[in-house]
T-cell receptor, first 117, second 111 residues
Framework: EPEVTQTPSHQVTQMGQEVILRCVPI?????FYWYRQILGQKVEFLVS????????KSEIFDDQFSVERPDGSNFTLKIRSTKLEDSAMYFC???????????????FGPGTRLTVL | KQEVTQIPAALSVPEGENLVLNCSFT??????LQWFRQDPGKGLTSLLL?????REQTSGRLNASLDKSSGRSTLYIAASQPGDSATYLC??????????FGAGTRLFVKA
C-alpha cells in the first residue's frame, strides 16, 4: 500500500541553525500538508500546499518557515533559524482530493522528531 | 475560531467492552470530520472520514457518527481488544485547507 515517507526520522540541531525536513507524499496525491506536535500537546496545522502554492497557513507558520516542492516527488519544510520552541514532531500529510470536496482523507507520514539544543 | 474538544482525555476498559469516544467542535461549518489513531511515537492513521452531508461511517468494529448542527461526533468501538490501545484523535476540516485537531483520548484496553 502506498505511504507517505519522511526523512530524517530524528534531527538534532543547534539553536539558530537551518533545518530542512523532507517528505515524499503518495505519488498521485496533489494536496500536501505539514503539521507539528509538541510533546504532550495537540497536533497543530502549519501549512497546506497545492499547485506549487501555499493554500493556507497558520499563525505558527511565520517568516522563518518555508515550504517547497523542489521536484515531482519531494515536499520540504525549511526552518531558517531554529529556536528551542521549534522542538517537536513534524508530520507531513497528503491527500488525493481537494478539501473542498469534503472527502479528502489525509495520509500521514511517520514524522520527523526535531530536537533543538 | 474553530476549537475541537475530546472527552474523556483518557479511558481504561477491560477487553471485550464496547466504548464511546466523544468529540465536539465549536463551528458547525465543516467540510468533514476525521478520526485518527496515533500509537506512541508514531504517525497518524486515518480510521474514518465523515463528510458534512453524512451522518455516520462504519469500518469493521468502528462506527463514527456526526451531528453537525450540535457540533458533535462519536466514535464507537465494539468489542474492544488490547490492540486498540492508542490515542484517538478527532479532526475537523474547515474547508479552508486547514484541519483542526482535538487533544485526543488515550485508550487503554486491559487483557
Amino acid at each position: 500500500e502506498p505511504e507517505v515517507t519522511q526523512t530524517p526520522s530524528h534531527q538534532v540541531t543547534q539553536m539558530g541553525q537551518e533545518v530542512i525536513l523532507r517528505c515524499v507524499p503518495i505519488s498521485n496525491h496533489l494536496y500536501f500538508y505539514w503539521y507539528r506536535q509538541i510533546l504532550g500537546q495537540k497536533v497543530e496545522f502549519l501549512v497546506s500546499f497545492y499547485n506549487n502554492e501555499i493554500s493556507e497557513k497558520s499563525e505558527i507558520f511565520d517568516d522563518q518557515f518555508s515550504v517547497e516542492r523542489p521536484d515531482g516527488s519531494n515536499f520540504t519544510l525549511k526552518i531558517r533559524s531554529t529556536k528551542l520552541e521549534d522542538s517537536a514532531m513534524y508530520f507531513c500529510a497528503s491527500s488525493e482530493v481537494s478539501p473542498l470536496a469534503g472527502e479528502d482523507t489525509q495520509y500521514f507520514g511517520p514524522g520527523t522528531r526535531l530536537t533543538v539544543l | 475560531k474553530q476549537e475541537v474538544t475530546q472527552i474523556p482525555a483518557a479511558l481504561s476498559v477491560p477487553e471485550g467492552e464496547n466504548l464511546v469516544l466523544n468529540c465536539s467542535f465549536t463551528d458547525s461549518a465543516i467540510y468533514n470530520l476525521q478520526w485518527f489513531r496515533q500509537d506512541p511515537g508514531k504517525g497518524l492513521t486515518s480510521l474514518l472520514l465523515i463528510q458534512s452531508s453524512q451522518r455516520e461511517q462504519t469500518s469493521g468494529r468502528l462506527n463514527a457518527s456526526l451531528d453537525k448542527s450540535s457540533g458533535r461526533s462519536t466514535l464507537y468501538i465494539a468489542a474492544s481488544q488490547p490492540g486498540d490501545s492508542a490515542t484517538y484523535l478527532c479532526a475537523v476540516d474547515t474547508g479552508g485547507f486547514k484541519t483542526i485537531f482535538g487533544a485526543g483520548t488515550r485508550l487503554f484496553v486491559k487483557a
